[in-house]
């Protein structure tokens, strides 16, 4: 099996280098030591590594040595109205490694028609040619179709995706009924890949669009107006409520409000299999911004779900990370440049979703998080690369500092300054969100696949040089506790005599059943229909003409003294 497919694609060619005098951290101890690294590999890890000559020495001396950060929610080529965002692959990845980000997890979204699988290899081929780090895929699931068990598991087990998400807004577009999600749960359950959940009560926020329009309420500020927090939180509380009943693990995007958060807080301390993951945009900024009266600032905001207009939100979700109730984050990072995002300047509604994030991820969470006593270095390093990685099965090859482990560290020092500008950043797009924001701690020195690319605060990329890293089923990290949960789901009836005690006549009460909708029915597009269901409490056989024993009075009940096979041992109905 291969996954790779590359031809003609720039290779970075690793470099020896030894990392001498800092500080290793990884999710679960730091201590000081030095690190030899070969063909993109570490080879050592140590004090007085005898090593070859003419290797080049690091100097990591006060500072802090950390795994690279792996973003799990990127949208670099997600396409709408025939848009695709301003930061492709190229640009998207040569920012996240600038942020000492060194591999991303990209969605694949299937526009209407397009099969998973072509999608898939749309995304395998532009990436290939364009990214400068390391990357995986997620596979979005936008219609339910009778073939989507063959194409998960041929993405499975021939292309290397074990996670997929469902939408639970986007009404008449991508949204799922909750049979549709349970069916779905099942079906990525019983192959061991990770479930991801959009959610958002995608009804509610029809309507409300709908109302505000009418109103006359066009800009912005009806993103936000439309989409209250609590369509979130409802949203998120079902799925969790459909992923426990399918016992399938569950992964919440983009985590934005205080009360969702605490549905997966709370669902988590009961012993459900859940993680949630805020992203750059919820834990640095907030909602108010919906409100300014610079419509392309305002505009520049639009996200789903949208920012919490509490301003004390960011402070609480990352007080939540930083004592594991919130267990990963990403950027969700999918830009649009103002005139792509003016397309719904007279109806917020066709506004473009998507904010920055991939590149400031990192000093973000340091800042706010670390920096304020929140957590510690190496919580740090689970939240930004480690978590990610045991989660999406790619650990210990990512996310983690061991010898054996992919060659891709951050020199990270705690006490640099960072001022966030779009004067300064490696995005195509002219506004940043966090436009002003002053962050403690940044990395000075990136290495992807051995190779450095950021040093002395110059970044050098090479286009295409990213690898697609497949990755494997039933990680452990998620599928110990599905299992032990499959082995003791052993529903059993309880032990009972036969029943002959009186039964109430139905049969001449009953003369139609209405048929219960289910994901079955005509609601749900590319489904077949199926034949309704035999009532077998009503026969179809009947007796026609004059019977022989008609002359007989009929009683309404016969007590049968001596039933075929012994009495019963029911002798009441309780």
């Known amino acids: 099996m291969s996954y790779q497919g590359k031809k003609n694609i720039p290779r970075i060619t690793s470099d020896r280098l030894i990392i001498k005098g800092g500080k290793i951290v990884n999710d679960d101890q730091s201590f000081y030591a030095d690190i030899y690294i070969e063909d993109g590999i570490i080879k050592q890890i140590g004090e007085n590594l005898i090593v070859p000559g003419g290797v080049k020495t690091i100097d990591a001396y006060g500072h ?52 998973l699988l072509v999608a898939y290899d749309q995304w395998r081929e532009l990436a290939d040619s364009k990214s400068c780090c390391d990357y995986s895929l997620h596979v979005d699931i936008t219609r339910w ?102 016992n399938c693990p569950l992964y919440v995007t983009k985590v934005m409000s205080k009360g969702a958060a605490d549905v997966i807080a709370q669902a ?154 779009a004067k300064t950043h490696n995005l195509a797009i002219e506004y940043n969100i966090f436009e002003g924001m002053e962050c403690l701690g940044a990395p000075v020195v990136v290495m992807s696949q051995g190779k450095i690319i950021l040093e002395d605060g110059k970044l050098r990329v090479t286009e295409g040089s990213g690898r697609f890293i497949p990755r494997k089923t039933f990680p452990d990290f998620v599928y110990k506790r599905i299992k032990a949960r499959n082995r003791m789901a052993d529903i059993r009836g309880v032990p009972r005599g036969l029943y002959d005690g009186p039964v109430h006549d139905v049969t001449t009460a009953t003369k139609a059943v209405a048929s219960t909708p289910s994901c079955r029915g005509s609601s749900c597009p590319g489904k077949a229909q199926m034949a309704p269901l035999r009532n077998l409490h009503q026969s179809g056989f009947t007796l026609s003409g004059n019977q022989m024993d008609d002359h007989i009075p009929r009683r309404t009940t016969q007590r049968i003294v001596a039933p075929p096979g012994g009495r019963s041992n029911i002798t009441s109905l309780s």
């Not at 194409?151 to 009924?177: H, P, R, W």
């Not at 779905?184 to 029809?206: M, S, W």
């Not at 709908?210 to 109103?215: A, D, Q």
């Not at 990963?328 to 506004?351: E, M, P, R, Y």
């Open 145 to 246: 179709h009778e073939s989507l068990t063959e194409e998960l598991e041929a993405l499975i087990k021939d292309k290397g995706v074990n996670s997929f998400l469902v939408f639970m807004a986007y009404k008449d577009k991508y949204q799922c009924t909750d049979s549709q999600m349970y069916e779905i749960f099942g079906i990525i359950r019983d192959l061991g890949a990770i479930a991801q959940v959009h959610a958002e009560n995608g009804d509610i926020i029809e309507e409300e669009q709908k109302r505000l329009l009418e109103s006359g309420i066009t800009g912005p500020e009806g993103h936000v107006l439309s989409r209250p927090e609590e369509v979130e939180t409802e949203a998120v509380y079902r799925a969790i409520t459909i992923a426990k009943q399918a």
């Open 268 to 421: 988590k301390r009961k012993g459900m299999v859940v993680y949630g993951e805020p992203i750059s945009a919820s834990l640095g900024t907030d909602g108010s911004h919906y409100w300014s009266k610079n419509w392309a600032k305002a505009a520049a905001f639009v996200t789903s779900p949208p920012l919490s207009q509490d301003t004390t939100t960011p402070d609480y979700l990352n007080s939540l990370l930083s004592c594991g109730d919130l267990q990963v984050t990403g950027s969700a990072h999918c830009t649009f440049s103002t005139a792509q995002k003016a397309v719904g300047k007279d109806n917020f509604t066709l506004i473009p979703e998507g904010t920055n994030g991939i590149e400031e991820r990192m000093s973000i969470i340091w800042d706010r998080s670390v920096t304020t006593g929140k957590m510690d270095e190496n919580e740090f390093v689970a939240v930004t690369s480690t978590n990610a990685a045991k989660i999406f099965n790619l650990y210990p090859r990512k996310g983690r500092i061991a010898v054996g482990s992919d060659a891709d560290l951050v020199i990270w020092n705690p006490k640099e300054t960072k001022i966030i500008s």
């Open 64 to 115: 802090l040595v950390i795994p690279g950060g792996i973003d799990v929610n990127t949208c670099l080529h997600m396409p709408y109205l025939g848009m695709t965002p301003a930061d492709g692959f190229y640009h998207g990845t040569k920012a996240a490694l600038a942020g000492g980000t060194t591999m991303i997890i990209d969605h694949v979204l299937p526009e209407p028609g397009t099969s």
